[in-house]
Every structure is written in structure tokens, then in C-alpha cells.
């Protein structure tokens, strides 16, 4: 377990109290449907010529009706491209190691940018993503709450159950921010101006559940300078450690005052 997640866990035992009061008091909040949302991820990089469209389809998600509450979107920025001369300022070696795992569990050799997962496995992006998903039953229901942002901390709640019990599966939290912008100045989109939305700011888990197959949550998670609160979420996603597949995912964008 990393220092930064056991640092948070040890915050929310000590002060569950004072956690859940700050979460259960606001509004903003999301529940899991019965049906399996999709969890699509992009890998991607700012050092990479071929990764804006794929940027770009990830960010027009936002005007897209039917995809609220059936399509969690998050872009993992690596960092394999910063080695070309720009140095992606989202990007980072978990979101590498990350990509690494997931193509492991789906015993592929396979990986590339841009790269889309949907539910875990390698999708070229022919199709909508919703198509052959979204009528499978949920493999568990999450409860995700955020809490209004103070003295540079994000209050998180999460509570997950229905999971079967024993079975071979963990918890991630993804706390991203949309409306970002860069000014590209070397490699290979230089002199580029490139936008993204649901980039990846921190990755926390794996979260375990216990016997039962539950896990109920409170933390607060620290907000770094520049970070704009207005344009952030959270996503919750439980994923089968042995194969990679989503279980379910949820998301709840902040929710304003």
C-alpha cells in the first residue's frame, strides 16, 4: 500500500466522525443503477501526434445526453512519451504501471496511445462504446459523495456492497479535472494547443473489501495549488483483480455551493 493511501486511511479512522458529518452534509451525490455502467479509459499523452482526436472524443462525452450515468469516462496521462523532449505535466508512472497491469490481466503485450479500455479490455473505438454493454446486471452497487471542498481538502465518501462475497475484487477512486489546457513548446505536437477533460489527478487503491464483499469509506483527499475545485470528480470503479473486468462504475462531478 502506498503512503499516500495509507496516510488516508489513517485519517479516516481517526476522524470518521468528522468525515461523514462533511459528506452527509451536501447534496452531491450518485448511486449505482442496476444495470453495469462502462468504464472507459484513455491512455494517453501530450508527447504523442496521434493522441489529440482520441483527447477530443473523450472530452465531447460531456455533451452526450445518453451517456450520463451509463458511461464513466477518465483520461490516465503516461509518462513513456516525456522521453521525446515535452514533459507531460498530467502525466505520471502509476497511470504507466497501470496500463501495464491491465494489459497483463488480459494477458496482452499490447500497449499503445491512444489506447481506450471499456470495462477493461482493449477497444479500437469502431463502435459506440454503449454498444453490447449497459443491459448486463451490476456486479455491485456504489454509493459516492463529495463534500464541499475546504482548507485545501475534498471530503469522499464511498460505500460498496453487493459484491459477492470472497470474491477477487477491489475498489479504485479517481479524483479528475475537466477544462485543462496546454501550451505544447517540443516534441511532437509542438506548437499545439491541447484540451482534455476527466484527466486523472490522483489514483487511490487498491481499496479491499472485506468478507462480505463491502466496503464503507470516509476520507478527505488534499487538493493541490492550481487545481480548479469547480472542475473536478470523483470516479469509483470496482474491477475483478484476476481478469481486469469492471464490476461497476460511478462518478459525481462537484457540485457547487
Not at 490522483?202 to 462480505?212: A, F, N, S, V, Y
Not at 463491502?214 to 475545485?229: D, I, M, N, Y
Not at 470516479?235 to 484476476?242: E, G, I, L
Amino acid at each position: 500500500m502506498n503512503l499516500f493511501l495509507s496516510a488516508c486511511l489513517m485519517l479516516a479512522g481517526a476522524s470518521a466522525a468528522i468525515n461523514a458529518g462533511a459528506v452527509a452534509a451536501s447534496a452531491c451525490k450518485a448511486q449505482s443503477g442496476a444495470q453495469r455502467a462502462v468504464l472507459l479509459e484513455l491512455y494517453t499523452s501530450e508527447g504523442c501526434d496521434s493522441c489529440p482526436p482520441a483527447d477530443r472524443r473523450l472530452s465531447q462525452i460531456k455533451s452526450r445526453s445518453e451517456y450520463a450515468g451509463r458511461l464513466v469516462p477518465l483520461a490516465f496521462h503516461v509518462d513513456y512519451w516525456d522521453r521525446l523532449g515535452w514533459v507531460d505535466r498530467f502525466g505520471s508512472p502509476r497511470h504507466t504501471q497501470r496500463q501495464q497491469e491491465m494489459a497483463a490481466l488480459a494477458k496482452s503485450r499490447l500497449v499503445y496511445t491512444p489506447q481506450f479500455l471499456r470495462n477493461g479490455r482493449d477497444w479500437r473505438g469502431a463502435e459506440s462504446p454503449l454498444d453490447s454493454a449497459g443491459t448486463t446486471a451490476s456486479g455491485a452497487r456504489i454509493v459516492l459523495e463529495l463534500g464541499e471542498p475546504a482548507n485545501g481538502r475534498l471530503a469522499v465518501g464511498v460505500e460498496v456492497s453487493g459484491v459477492r462475497p470472497n470474491a477477487a475484487a477491489e475498489v479504485w477512486l479517481a479524483l479528475y479535472e475537466n477544462n485543462l489546457e496546454s501550451q505544447v513548446r517540443a516534441g511532437e505536437n509542438s506548437g499545439k494547443t491541447l484540451r482534455h477533460d476527466y484527466v486523472v489527478r490522483r489514483l487511490i487503491g487498491p481499496l479491499t473489501l472485506d468478507k462480505e464483499g463491502l466496503l464503507s469509506l470516509r476520507q478527505t483527499v488534499a487538493l493541490e495549488a492550481g487545481w480548479k475545485r469547480a472542475d473536478l470528480g470523483v470516479a469509483a470503479f470496482v474491477q475483478d483483480k484476476s481478469s481486469g473486468e469492471i464490476l461497476q462504475a460511478l462518478q459525481q462531478h462537484f457540485c457547487p455551493a
